[in-house]
């Protein structure tokens, strides 16, 4: 009876016009709302898009931001600062309740005396007129002052006239005068050491010493003179050059870092005029290079085929050559590590902030128990338990990253962050059974810090012998510097040596080297000494 109702109801639809209407009119509704849905599901997809483009661009917008007008360094105030450890950012200079150094003495300076006395008139009691008496001794006080002058040297040289008829020689005799750095040359050591240490160690332009010393010295130099000396004094610092990076090269573990230096030149080949001053810094050397290229062939070309240790280093591909040879390990940087996700939390914010600061402090925990462990280095039991504690540490960050690596969920920056952190994991842990080699490249990028100084003041360098001699200069300075010698004393000595050799480097320019100075000499090239040298 159901199934014949339902047929009947079936063919009465089928003959109504009515019936049929209504049933076109649900058929197009349902399509019309099954289009709608597809349309709503492509709109949400689309959103989710732009909403995920909007933020990219929000967060490069943020970096340019930070990168034109923020902070140049990546310490923060903020609460979430995770350096080390630390809860609360020590602020500069002296702290409250420190003991001071007290009042220096500057006792190796030379001392020039100067005594005060009473006016005659003042000498007797002025109620009574009766005399004072004299006491033994006097009160004494010192004031510093410094004494900078310009001077000429005038050399006359004495002259003979034979009296006898001897064949082949001279008539007049003329004794020899002072050896010159420059033949002919009317500067002496002390303004070329004046000139390369105000240029390549303070970086000040040569146009302002010459201005400094034209309007408060009444020297006037010509720009010309001095950039012609320069020239001519280049090849004295060749040898010294050669010496530091063959030293360099013995060592078992390097720092490196490259940064942009501006040669105006026109180079084959090449477009635009940057090139990149390389630094390698060891236990001995600063050696900068200029080149003018950023590719590997430039550090693969330094360390040759003979080099072998660790060489600490950021992300740069260009260092992945070395891998090749299987001589040198890379030690990546923890610090740059940690940048990247500063940069997550500083562009991202939102629901990133929190996570990003989360690994931040994992980094800083790191950093505090290499500490904890080099520390003990004297106790070989706290040692090795601090060793034990770094190492867990580290492991537990490894299964940190691979299980949020596996999280489907973890796309986008972070995905990104972690899959990079994976790559250079094992760059990263070297440290971890090499305590000598620290964490971070802080050592190769404190380096280059008075050279980005010059390269602000002066814009880099004119000509390609120029470069060639600054990246001399800065590597010798920094050498000096390291060793803990006087550049000024070191300097001067060295270029008398090159003027009495007739204007070039000496004939065992190697004992003019740190290492190889006897103790008596490095003491007196450390110490500062009163006085101006001149020649």
């Known amino acids: ?22 049933k076109a009119q649900a058929d197009l509704a349902r399509g019309e709302a099954a289009y709608w849905r597809v349309m709503h599901g492509r709109a949400v997809v689309r959103e989710a898009g732009f909403k995920a483009q909007i933020e990219e661009l929000q967060a490069k917008l943020r970096l340019r931001e930070r990168q034109l007008f923020g902070r140049t360094s990546e310490r923060s105030k903020g609460k979430n600062e995770g350096q080390r450890g630390d809860t609360a950012r020590r602020g500069r200079g002296q702290q409250r309740g420190a003991r001071g150094h007290g009042r220096r003495r500057h006792a190796a300076l030379p001392a020039v005396e100067e005594l005060y006395d009473l006016d005659p008139t003042q000498c007797c009691c002025p109620t009574c007129q009766c005399p004072y008496e004299p006491l033994e001794g006097t009160e004494d006080s010192e004031v510093i002052e410094v004494e900078v002058r310009a001077h ?14 001897c064949p082949q020689q001279p008539g007049i005799v003329t004794a020899a005068g002072p050896p010159k750095l420059i033949p002919k040359g009317s500067l002496g050591v002390s303004v070329w050491a004046l000139i390369l240490i105000d240029k390549f160690l303070f970086q000040r332009p040569t146009y302002r010493l010459l201005a400094d010393l034209r309007w408060t010295r009444g020297l006037e130099l010509a720009q010309g003179t001095v950039t012609d000396g320069l020239k001519r004094l280049k090849p004295l610092f060749e040898p010294l050059m050669k010496a530091l990076v063959a030293k360099s090269l013995t060592e078992k573990h390097w720092h490196a870092d490259e940064t942009r230096w501006m040669v105006f030149v026109e180079w084959e080949g090449k477009q635009g005029h940057r090139w990149e001053l390389w630094v390698v810094v060891s236990k001995s050397t600063v050696v900068f290079q200029l080149e003018p290229t950023r590719s590997g062939k ?54 990133h902030e929190a996570w990003a600061l989360g690994w931040v402090e994992c980094i800083a925990e790191l950093y505090r128990l290499n500490d904890e462990r080099l520390g003990g280095r004297d106790d070989p039991p706290a040692f090795a338990a601090a060793q034990n504690k770094l190492r867990q540490a580290v492991e537990r960050m490894a299964e940190w990253r691979d299980a949020e690596l596996a999280d489907p969920g973890r796309t986008g920056v972070r995905h990104k962050v972690l899959k990079s952190l994976r790559a250079h994991w094992a760059g990263l842990t070297v440290f971890v059974d090499h305590p000598e080699v620290p964490m971070d490249n802080n050592t190769a990028e404190r380096a280059h810090r008075n050279q980005v100084v010059g390269r602000k003041n002066y814009y880099g360098s004119g000509a390609e012998w120029s470069g060639k001699l600054a990246a001399m200069m800065f590597s010798i300075f920094q050498t000096l510097l390291l060793w803990k010698l006087n550049p000024r004393l070191w300097l001067i000595e060295y270029l008398r040596a090159c003027a009495e050799n007739g204007g070039r480097a000496p004939a065992d320019p190697d004992s003019f080297l740190p290492w190889n100075l006897s103790e008596d000499r490095r003491a007196r090239l450390a110490a500062p000494r009163g006085g101006a040298d001149s020649s």
Do not use: N
């Open 298 to 351: 430039v550090p693969l070309a330094y360390f040759g085929e003979t080099a072998e240790g660790i060489l600490s280093v950021d992300r740069y591909v260009g260092y992945k050559v070395l891998l090749k040879g299987g001589r040198i390990v890379l030690a990546y940087c923890w610090a740059h590590v940690r940048r990247d996700f500063l940069a997550v939390a500083k562009d991202w914010g939102g629901q």
């Open 1 to 22: 009876m159901l199934v014949l109702d339902a047929v009947e109801r079936s063919s009465v639809e089928e003959s109504c016009p009515r019936c049929l209407g209504f």
């Open 152 to 165: 000429r040297r005038l050399i006359r040289r004495r002259r003979y006239r034979r009296t006898c008829q």
